[in-house]
């Protein structure tokens, strides 16, 4: 199969490629080597990559010549600074994809795979123990500067108890990335269905792993405790250190797109289909801190207290339905996984500074 692999540079298209290449497939990446997202050390070695922008129609009409399926990683990431990046988001991530899908479907391409992500949920599943299963509102200001972050319902004000949220729950995006992440799928589906196409997107957790970038305000969480690490400083940990995530390892994400795009071609024609793609281990912000440390050498994390409104407390799904439809299984376990990336060399970031770390 021949794959135009978009974003094929990146921390997780690189590896993506790597696990297309391994199983025999064919793979055109196409990549516009953004500093945000790639300082200097984008992977851009591969023989025959197409460096340009999604936007760029005619370089998409291009890459799509004999391609047989789309693997859609190109996207700005994280919360950025302010709001003043919507634009730049909007325009990376939704424009971009619009551009994709209609030089795709004119070059007759019907399977394809998107980078999702669980932030569509915004925050996870809560169950209050009198009203059952609720969602919370978004936190409020004076409640986190007080040291108040758990959501409480919204209906008694009890205390929650955090649970795995599933695909069929209601999207709930609470910051830009998390907005124009939702409307990539919404685009995906309204092409599926005109086209009689097929989608598949995979929402991914927090993935991390080696090549992280570092030192960039779109960066994960991990990769700024690990590039804190490096230079011999504490891990920062906002709010309590309590708040729930999924890890997981670059390489089951990549080894998840895999398996989506041999399999993505034996759904209907006119589907989309969406998979919460997890560990299936939550762990708190503050553990996974403690464990980087721990496997590095120190310093220990420090619990700072501070918050971003665009954070949400808890949010870990189920990834049942990706194993039980598709067969993939996770391979990397957390104490494994982050002993590997204690030791790992991470992509260089931009230059001018170290940015804002990413917390969600």
């Known amino acids: 199969?021949?794959?135009?692999?978009?974003?094929?540079?990146?921390?997780?298209?690189?590896?993506?490629?790597?696990?297309?290449?391994?199983?025999?497939?064919?793979?055109?990446?196409f990549?516009?080597?953004?500093?945000?997202?790639?300082?200097?050390?984008?992977?851009?070695?591969?023989?025959?990559?197409?460096?340009?922008?999604?936007?760029d129609r005619d370089a998409v009409a291009d890459a799509l010549r004999g391609v047989d399926a789309v693997c859609h990683q190109a996207a700005m990431v994280g919360l950025g600074k302010d709001f003043a990046d919507a634009p730049e988001y909007v325009g990376?991530?939704?424009?971009?994809?619009?551009?994709?899908?209609?030089?795709?479907?004119?070059?007759?391409?019907?399977?394809?795979?998107?980078?999702?992500?669980?932030?569509?949920?915004?925050?996870?599943?809560?169950?209050?123990p009198r009203h059952g299963q609720v969602r919370p509102g978004p936190r409020a200001v004076d409640d986190l500067?007080?040291?108040?972050?758990?959501?409480?319902?919204?209906?008694?004000?009890?205390?929650?108890?955090?649970?795995?949220?599933?695909?069929?729950?209601?999207?709930?995006?609470?910051?830009?990335?998390?907005?124009?992440?939702?409307?990539?799928?919404?685009?995906?589906?309204?092409?599926?269905?005109?086209?009689?196409?097929?989608?598949t997107a995979l929402r991914y957790h927090n993935v991390y792993g080696p090549g992280m970038p570092r030192d960039t305000p779109y960066a994960g969480v991990?990769?700024?405790?690990?590039?804190?690490?490096?230079?011999?400083?504490?891990?920062?940990?906002?709010?309590?250190?309590?708040?729930r995530r999924d890890f997981v390892h670059v390489r089951d994400v990549a080894a998840a797109n895999a398996v989506a795009l041999e399999a993505v071609r034996e759904r209907p024609a006119g589907s989309f289909t969406a998979y919460n793609t997890g560990s299936g281990e939550p762990h708190t912000i503050g553990e996974m801190a403690t464990e980087l440390a721990c496997a590095h050498g120190g310093p220990a994390p420090e619990i700072t207290g501070g918050y971003r409104l665009g954070d949400?407390?808890?949010?870990?799904?189920?990834?049942?339905?990706?194993?039980?439809?598709?067969?993939?299984?996770?391979?990397v376990g957390f104490a494994e996984g982050m002993k590997e990336f204690a030791?790992?060399?991470?992509?260089?970031?931009?230059?001018?500074?170290?940015?804002?770390?990413?917390?969600?």
């Open 145 to 199: 500067a007080a040291g108040r972050f758990e959501p409480r319902c919204p209906r008694c004000g009890n205390e929650l108890t955090p649970g795995l949220v599933t695909e069929d729950a209601p999207a709930d995006p609470r910051n830009v990335y998390a907005a124009t992440k939702l409307a990539q799928e919404h685009l995906a589906a309204a092409w599926a269905r005109a086209t009689g196409g097929r989608a």
């Open 92 to 128: 990376c991530n939704d424009l971009g994809t619009a551009v994709l899908l209609a030089e795709t479907a004119g070059a007759g391409v019907r399977d394809l795979v998107l980078a999702g992500s669980m932030v569509v949920y915004g925050e996870g599943r809560y169950d209050c």
């Open 31 to 55: 990549d516009a080597l953004l500093e945000s997202a790639h300082g200097g050390g984008a992977r851009s070695g591969r023989e025959g990559m197409i460096v340009a922008d999604v936007r």
């Open 222 to 243: 991990a990769s700024f405790f690990r590039s804190s690490l490096a230079r011999g400083e504490a891990p920062q940990v906002f709010e309590d250190g309590r708040q």
């Open 343 to 360: 030791g790992a060399e991470l992509r260089s970031g931009p230059a001018g500074g170290r940015g804002r770390p990413a917390h969600a």
């Open 1 to 29: 199969m021949r794959v135009l692999l978009t974003g094929g540079a990146g921390f997780i298209g690189g590896h993506i490629a790597e696990a297309l290449v391994a199983r025999g497939h064919d793979v055109v990446v």
């Open 312 to 331: 949400v407390r808890h949010v870990t799904a189920d990834s049942r339905r990706l194993r039980e439809e598709l067969g993939w299984r996770p391979g």
